[in-house]
């Protein structure tokens, strides 16, 4: 195996399925079968999930809503995809994966706390944990805290599931037909081109700590596990030579 321990990013899309908001019951047991299929193979996994299938804070102003208190909503979101995901794991595994909610935002009595020592000990013994709650501070999404919890649980690998894109490509490959795809690129050049796939926060943060991205297309099966394994599958975002275009 090239990664041991890896932070999954997962949207709040990768629970809703097919539809824009909501759960999708064949869309939680893709996550799950993924997810099993790394763990079984002794791969330590942590989740950040995002809330966009519940709330985003940028949907705030048409509400009416400061954007603190939106953020605050969509933080809200995160916690109750969690804890979904810890039950559909926990039933598909049949009790065999022990996985753990930690909760950056105080939600004693259904998760635990964030402990960043205790995240790392649960991890040891093979549990999944879950991030819960983002940052549990508001302006950012859950791109943010996906790059800090893997830099803080020293992950060898931040694993961006995508439902729609295979990856990078220089520009939208919907709307501009002469896009090209990034096999492999600096983290550089997504905030010079100002690409728009994962925020720049988080592309900042992963760069300065040299945290390897890799983005790829979740609804194919069996991508996680090749690249846990050594393959590069999608684009691989890493300070290694140059960028590297199909
Ligand atoms: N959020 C926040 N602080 C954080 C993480 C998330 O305020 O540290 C809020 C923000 O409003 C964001 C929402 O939670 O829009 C849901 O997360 P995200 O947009 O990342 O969900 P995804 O697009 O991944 O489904």
Redesign the pocket.
């Known amino acids: 195996m090239r990664y041991q321990r890896v932070l999954i990013k997962l949207?709040?899309?990768a629970i809703s399925g097919k539809q824009d908001f909501g759960f999708d019951p064949e869309a939680l047991e893709h996550i799950a079968e993924e997810v099993l299929s790394l763990h079984a193979q002794g791969i330590q996994i942590s989740i950040v999930i995002?809330?966009?299938?519940i709330?985003?804070?940028?949907l705030g102003a048409q509400w009416g809503l400061e954007r603190a208190e939106?953020?605050?909503?969509?933080?809200m979101?995160?916690i109750v995809n969690s804890l979904m995901l810890r039950g559909v794991l926990t039933s598909h595994s049949k009790g065999q994966a022990e996985v753990r909610v930690m909760s950056?935002i105080p939600v004693n009595t259904v998760a635990e706390p964030f402990i960043r020592l205790r995240a790392i000990h649960h991890l040891e013994q093979g549990y999944i944990v879950i991030f819960a709650g983002?940052?549990?501070?508001?302006?950012?999404?859950?791109?943010?805290?996906a790059a800090q919890r893997a830099i803080e649980t020293r992950s060898d690998a931040l694993l961006f599931a995508k439902n729609r894109a295979r990856g990078i490509f220089t520009a939208d490959p919907q709307k501009d037909p002469a896009a090209r795809f990034y096999h492999r690129m600096r983290y550089n050049t997504i905030l010079r081109q100002n690409l728009s796939i994962v925020d720049h926060s988080s592309i900042i943060l992963a760069r300065d700590h040299q945290m390897p991205l890799h983005l790829f297309n979740f609804t194919e099966r069996g991508t996680m596990l090749r690249i846990c394994q050594g393959e590069d599958v999608g684009t691989l975002v890493a300070d290694v030579g140059e960028d590297v275009l199909e």
């Open positions: 949207s709040g899309q995002g809330g966009g299938n709330f985003r804070g940028n939106a953020d605050n909503i969509g933080m979101g995160t950056a983002g940052t549990g501070n508001p302006y950012v999404t859950t791109d943010y805290p």
